[in-house]
């Protein structure tokens, strides 16, 4: 146990330690002619584990750092038309998919903050193979059809040999995703780590029907975009964003203990499953850790949304008619350059 005195110095040698660390920062702290303002998209609400990128990089100074001030925005689903709407509008940056674009959005993917998919597909006790979905309530959360949970639930179907009239698809919240599957009211949906390691928890015989970055290797998660007039306009001030949030993804890895209270006041998860989930999602490579932006994933994403009738057949994006990657390039520059962490380098 420690003494009074002791005890004393050791309080005393804190604050000094923090005052010098605080007057290193400031002193390293670029002096900024202005703060710059920007929207920045978080496609739930409250954010899964995965989308709390923005957060962390709030939280720890890093848009600060970059003369970045930055409003984080709150839609439900990434593919929303709300969400859709502030991109078309360049009031936000926001989570843009192949399919917005190939539809006539204006807008370029600017850096692959998620590339692989992070959800299990999960569902009701006895179901344990694809066409035992025929018949089933499956999630729609998040926008109905056209939703990523739509989306999640046909692929099921269709590996089972059923047409998406074969279930009933139920719209909802976001929020109601986990306690929709452990109160049986939807027998499918796909869930972030958190939420797996919490419905097992709370419901043991549920089962996973598959994990999704298994399933489709190569599909598009989640990027960053932005309106072709937004980036014309901001294009150092959308650099030096993507920056922080660079060293923000670096930082999950490389010093999760530091992220981990930040998380579990963001996503009011237990910290238990934020803990879970980082470390799946840091395993599975799941955070890019560089531009996050590749030609092949492109390439299987768009040719997975024609097939599915997402994107009309003939009109084929290119990567490049996709992505704007010069602006991911800048800002990884500006983080430090391309780094391999934990054998991961997205």
């Known amino acids: ?11 005393a040698l804190v604050t000094v330690w923090a005052l010098g660390a605080s007057q290193a920062a400031a002193q390293t702290a670029p002096a900024c002619k202005e703060m710059r303002k920007i929207n920045v998209g978080v496609s739930v609400a409250p954010p899964n584990v995965v989308h709390t990128t923005p957060y962390v990089a709030r939280e720890l100074g890093l848009f600060k750092k970059y003369c970045v001030d930055a409003n984080i925005m709150q839609f439900e689903g990434g593919s929303s038309a709300t969400s859709m709407a502030a991109v078309a ?3 936000a940056i926001a989570n843009v998919t192949d399919v917005a674009i190939g539809r006539g959005i204006k807008a370029k993917q600017v850096w692959g903050f998620a590339p692989r998919l992070p959800q299990s597909y999960v ?5 344990t193979k694809p066409e035992e979905l025929k018949g089933k309530r499956l999630s729609a959360s998040g926008g109905g059809v056209g939703s990523f949970n739509w989306r999640m639930g046909r692929f099921f179907l269709v590996k089972g ?6 279930a009933n698809f139920i719209s909802q919240g976001l929020a109601g995703r986990l306690p929709g599957l452990v109160t049986n009211q939807i027998d499918g949906v796909a869930l972030h780590p958190e939420d797996v390691y919490l ?5 043991p ?5 598959g994990v999704l970055a298994n399933e489709m290797p190569d599909i598009m998660f989640n990027a960053y975009g932005a309106s072709e007039a937004f980036i014309a306009k901001n294009r150092d001030t959308l650099i030096d964003t993507i920056a922080a949030m660079i060293e923000a993804n670096r930082t999950m890895y490389e010093a999760p203990e530091k992220v981990l209270p930040i998380i579990v006041k963001e996503t009011g998860k ?5 803990e879970f989930a980082m470390g799946d999602l840091t395993k599975n490579c799941v955070w890019s850790i560089n531009t996050g932006l590749d030609p092949k994933r492109s390439a299987a994403t768009i040719e997975e949304s024609v097939r599915n009738g997402d994107i ?9 008619q996709l992505v704007d990657l010069s602006i991911a390039d800048a800002a990884v520059k500006k983080a430090g350059g391309v780094k391999t962490i934990k054998g991961c380098s997205n």
């Open 1 to 11: 146990m420690l003494t009074p005195s002791r005890a004393i110095l050791g309080s």
């Open 89 to 91: 509008q360049g009031t």
């Open 123 to 127: 569902v009701a006790p006895g179901i």
């Open 161 to 166: 040999g059923l047409k998406v009239e074969d």
């Open 199 to 203: 419905a097992k928890k709370q419901r």
């Open 205 to 209: 015989d549920v089962n996973i029907l």
């Open 270 to 274: 237990d910290r238990e499953a934020v």
């Open 312 to 320: 009309e057949a003939g009109k084929n994006l290119t990567h490049e």
